[in-house]
């Protein structure tokens, strides 16, 4: 099991920068992917942005440009680092890590999520 702590959230005016911090611990040595999702009111959750284990981004299309992911593989932090805001990307922002278990015979995987980081872009 990996335990998710997001930190970096809060109220900022469009336009603004903002920089969400997320630091795992418990079996960290298992997480394959880390990232990103968001959940806007009345919306479905979305994928934000999510780095493999090799370093490789991806994005979503509605931020591209604008948030940059990052990974320090040494102190097991992901970072999401907001430019340009806007009102719509209004929404709690929640952690996560896919990790993989067990021996190649009997592997599986798992989804552990952040409590959440409440991110508000006023006009």
């Known amino acids: 099991q990996v335990h998710l702590a997001e930190s970096g959230g809060g109220l900022v005016q469009a336009g603004g920068s903002l920089r969400l911090s997320c630091e795992a611990s418990?079996?960290?040595?298992?997480?394959?992917?880390m990232g990103w999702y968001r959940q806007a009111p009345g919306k479905q959750r979305e994928l934000v942005a999510v780095v493999t284990s090799g370093g490789s981004p991806t994005y979503a299309d509605s931020v591209k440009g604008r948030f940059t992911i990052s990974r320090d593989y040494a102190k097991n932090m992901v970072y999401l680092q907001m430019s340009s805001l806007k009102p719509e990307d209004t929404a709690v922002y929640y952690c996560y890590a896919h990790s993989t278990y067990g021996p190649v015979e009997r592997t599986y995987t798992r989804d552990d999520w952040g409590q959440g980081a409440q991110v508000i872009v006023s006009s």
């Open positions: 418990g079996r960290t040595r298992s997480i394959d992917d």
